[in-house]
T-cell receptor, first 113, second 112 residues
Framework: DAGITQSPRHKVTETGTPVTLRCHQTENHRYMYWYRQDPGHGLRLIHYSYGVKDTDKGEVSDGYSVSRSKTEDFLLTLESATSSQTSVYFC????????????FGPGTRLTVT | SQQGEEDPQALSIQEGENATMNCSYKTSINNLQWYRQNSGRGLVHLILIRSNEREKHSGRLRVTLDTSKKSSSLLITASRAADTASYFCATDITGGGNKLTFGTGTQLKVEL
């Protein structure tokens, strides 16, 4: 398995609270991605990064922000969690180009009550 | 709407049979990839086919790509119970930047 971890793996939080999910890689890959997975929607891209401090929005970025201050870490923040953000969140990394093979982390199951 | 749509949404077969799932997409692509996801796990890359390729093999996997029809198929031959998983196609859209667009997936169940 690619050296990619996510923390926490499970989290329950209340509506209106901020939440930060962490993705950590040991592969020194340039590209990192945050997806959410919901029944009937497959994986949808939230934000991605193409280098330290270089990030861009994906398909469903509203309500989320990201930061990447080091190559190995990519943080996803839900500024004020809502029930619609209950989902499974996956981080992925890619080396040469994000358009090629992506390696996925184990996922974080987030429940917003 | 999704760039990639898999068909069927669910498929149930017996061990030893072949499984075929299809993916259709809407816009021009540079490549198309297939991923597998076991229950409760992250996705695992299976195979990549470039837009100028028509067929590719990897072990028991065979992928075809028809750019004129904007479709791809994944064939798993001699399926095993361990092949039970969800399968997703993902497209690298021309001019779309360094990211992939995933379909909604096909749930494959291989029964003993």
């Amino acid at each position: 398995d690619a050296g990619i971890t996510q923390s926490p793996r499970h989290k329950v939080t209340e509506t209106g609270t901020p939440v930060t999910l962490r993705c950590h890689q040991t592969e020194n890959h340039r590209y990192m991605y945050w997806y959410r997975q919901d029944p009937g929607h497959g994986l949808r891209l939230i934000h991605y990064s193409y280098g330290v401090k270089d990030t861009d929005k994906g398909e469903v970025s509203d309500g989320y922000s990201v930061s990447r201050s080091k190559t190995e870490d990519f943080l996803l923040t839900l500024e004020s969690a809502t029930s619609s953000q209950t989902s499974v969140y996956f981080c992925a990394i890619s080396g040469t180009s994000g358009s090629y093979e992506q390696y996925f982390g184990p996922g974080t199951r987030l429940t917003v009550t | 709407s999704q760039q990639g749509e898999e068909d069927p949404q669910a498929l149930s077969i017996q061990e030893g049979e072949n499984a075929t799932m299809n993916c259709s997409y809407k816009t021009s692509i540079n490549n198309l990839q297939w991923y597998r996801q076991n229950s409760g796990r992250g996705l695992v890359h299976l195979i990549l086919i470039r837009s100028n390729e028509r067929e590719k093999h990897s072990g028991r996997l065979r992928v075809t790509l028809d750019t004129s029809k904007k479709s791809s198929s994944l064939l798993i031959t001699a399926s095993r119970a361990a092949d039970t998983a969800s399968y997703f196609c993902a497209t690298d859209i021309t001019g779309g930047g360094n990211k992939l667009t995933f379909g909604t997936g096909t749930q494959l169940k291989v029964e003993l």
